[in-house]
């Protein structure tokens, strides 16, 4: 099952880009724009997404440790399930919000809301980013907004019950984000425009939702057996 979760994770944040614009984008865009040279804005766009990534596989890290405390329910293969159950819900709930059908995602969103209220005015303290490791600490703070892929994703990690298992589907599921930001840095707006176009977002709403079905049938299939 975990297996099917790593590839899963990975297309989730590959194919979530217009979701990615909305979250990370416009940072990004600041970032590539503020330097004279757009070239030269680029170690900075490398260890923006490190950091972020880094905080991603921290989540992972202590959500993955959370869910070794499951195996000392005398349920555990239950409870395993219903978690990625649960996380394939999301899931579909994400296709149908990146396709435009359904905005019911967003109000998951706003359970990260209280930590990221507490976060946000470090970043902007970070603000005109111009050394690297402010670069990369406004990455790891940045991994911290409420967003409905990462939830998804953790629960997945959370479901693994290792804490080294959560941070490798972290990472696998931030390597998925990372070629739609790098492709905002190296083509500007032109990009995000493109990925917040109905077609493409009907396109990878439909893949989101049905890798979301899949892993769904699955689950049931485990907890009939």
Known sequence: MFEYNFLSLFLAGLLGGGHCVAMCGGI????????????????????????RIASYMLVGAIA???????????????????LYLLANLILIGLGLYVAGISTLVTRIE????????QLQPLTRRLLPVRYWYQALAMGALWGWIPCGLVYTALLGALASGSGSTGAALMLAFGMGTL??????????????????????????????????????LRGLQTLAN
């Open 110 to 117: 706003r359970l990260g809301t209280p930590i990221w209220r």
């Open 179 to 216: 070629p739609n930001l790098l492709l905002i840095a190296a083509s500007g707006r032109r990009f995000g425009a493109l990925m917040v176009k109905p077609v493409w977002r009907r396109f990878a709403g439909t893949l989101i939702f049905g890798f979301g079905m899949l892993g769904l």
């Open 28 to 51: 990004v865009s600041a970032m590539t724009f503020s330097s004279p040279q757009r070239h030269a804005s680029w170690p900075f766009i490398l260890l923006f997404n490190m950091g």
């Open 64 to 82: 993955g440790t959370l869910g070794n405390g499951l195996q000392l329910l005398p349920q555990l293969h239950l409870m395993q399930t219903a």
